[in-house]
């Protein structure tokens, strides 16, 4: 990865580009003002981006998503290391498809073996969601435990 790559929340500012490369890159992960949404930028360009959903009592990790000529550079793998602390002080929950369980296993998320135990926001966001991704899987950051 560059060194010259820039973690960052993204400002306000920023929301028409964000949105558009979610419109380019990620479709389905449709960005929200209210919500914190974190960017790699390499001078203008976003390299990469997440979006953390805020709710009473957890929150939501999605819609992590880097530009198709920078993946498999650890990107994504430094994005969600910068947002540790963010995932530490509430419940921090991810859906994902079952291929990316070793990825975010490597980054202290842990299956949810009960599903009935999730937050009822959590619950909620994955029964919608499985109408379309049957297979989607439930996954809790634990790395404040250990």
Same mark, same amino acid.
């Given at each position: ?12 500012? &920023?929301? !028409? ?20 949404? &974190?960017? +790699?930028?390499?001078?203008?360009? +976003? +390299?990469?981006?997440? =979006? ?35 995932? $530490?002080?509430? !419940? ?22 009960? $599903? ?5 926001? +959590?619950?909620?966001?994955? =029964? ?5 991704? !049957? ?12």
């Amino acid at each position: 990865m560059s060194t010259s790559a820039n973690i960052t929340q993204a400002e306000a500012l &920023w929301f !028409p580009l964000v949105k558009k490369f979610y419109q380019t890159y990620y479709p389905s992960g449709k960005p929200n003002k209210s919500e914190p949404l &974190w960017v +790699i930028k390499q001078g203008p360009t +976003i +390299i990469a981006a997440v =979006r953390i959903k805020p709710f009473v009592d957890c929150q939501l990790m999605t819609g992590l998503v880097t530009h198709p000529e920078y993946r498999q550079q650890g990107y994504g793998s430094t994005l969600l290391d910068a947002l540790r602390s963010e995932f $530490e002080h509430i !419940p921090s929950f991810c859906l994902n498809q079952p291929e990316l369980i070793p990825f975010y296993q490597q980054h202290d998320f842990v299956l949810v073996q009960d $599903e009935h135990s999730l937050p009822d926001d +959590i619950q909620g966001r994955l =029964r919608r969601y499985r109408v379309k991704q !049957p297979e989607l899987v439930a996954m809790v950051y634990q790395g404040a435990t250990r």
